[in-house]
């Protein structure tokens, strides 16, 4: 069955980086573009950035654009998201999803604070 594994979250400085990954399974990975998504406490779930099934296009929320980076690895069904940066209001649960095949991962959570 489909599956999508986040890991690289964690407790990160104002101003630091982390790379999140997400593993995928059970479908042919290089043929499905695929989004990372995050939700905050108390606020909607929101799109965060995309890449399509080759990784040759890109597109990213206002709020992340130029700090943030997605990226694909199709021999290791592997979905990355580079973030630089951090901002507090970076803060959310980052999630992986296959909008095709309408499978989220469990999650990993990103915290920004001092």
């Known amino acids: 069955q489909v599956q999508l594994v986040e890991s690289g979250g964690g407790l990160v400085q104002p101003g630091g980086s982390l790379r999140l990954s997400c593993a995928a399974s059970g479908f042919t990975f290089s043929r499905y573009p695929m989004t990372w998504y995050r939700q905050a406490p108390g606020k909607e779930r929101e799109l965060v950035a995309t890449i399509t099934s080759a990784g040759g296009s890109t597109n990213y929320a206002g709020s992340v654009k130029g700090r943030f980076t997605i990226s694909r690895d199709n021999a290791k069904n592997t979905v990355y998201l580079q973030m630089n940066s951090l901002k507090s209001e970076d803060t959310a649960v980052y999630y992986c999803?296959?909008?095709?095949?309408?499978?989220w991962g469990q999650g990993t959570q990103v915290t920004v604070s001092s």
């Open positions: 999803y296959a909008p095709h095949l309408k499978a």
